[in-house]
Nanobody, 126 residues
Framework: QVQLLESGGGLVQAGGSLRLSCAASGRTFSSYAMGWFRQEPGKEREFVAAISWRGGRTSYADSVKGRFTISRDNAENTVYLQMNSLKPEDTAVYYC???????????????????WGQGTQVTVSS
């Protein structure tokens, strides 16, 4: 059983930064691509960023490109999302998820991810 635990969310002013972490259980973390998604109340979950199993390739939603950076530490079984220049429209619950085995970090559909964390709230005030 894989468990994902997000942390690092909170309240920040527009223009500020937050760093989300997602700690994964299990010995096979390093064999899977990972991703971050977010969801606002009443809206569908949307793709934010993905990273390949080795960490060498990343992809981003257009709305966060240039502001957010996804990274991973396979020795620590952790994936990160550094969020800079935050905007009020970034307010959402952020989820990390496990992607395809030996994935290239290109999966942007939620159906391509099989395990999900419980989410962490990010609120950006104007």
């Amino acid at each position: 059983q894989v468990q994902l635990l997000e942390s690092g969310g909170g309240l920040v002013q527009a223009g500020g930064s937050l760093r989300l972490s997602c700690a994964a259980s299990g010995r096979t973390f390093s064999s899977y691509a990972m991703g971050w998604f977010r969801q606002e109340p009443g809206k569908e979950r949307e793709f934010v960023a993905a990273i390949s199993w080795r960490g060498g390739r990343t992809s981003y939603a257009d709305s966060v490109k240039g502001r957010f950076t996804i990274s991973r530490d396979n020795a620590e079984n952790t994936v990160y999302l550094q969020m800079n220049s935050l905007k009020p429209e970034d307010t959402a619950v952020y989820y990390c998820a496990r992607g395809p085995s030996y994935g290239l970090g290109t999966a942007s559909g939620s159906y391509e991810y099989d395990y999900w964390g419980q989410g962490t709230q990010v609120t950006v005030s104007s």
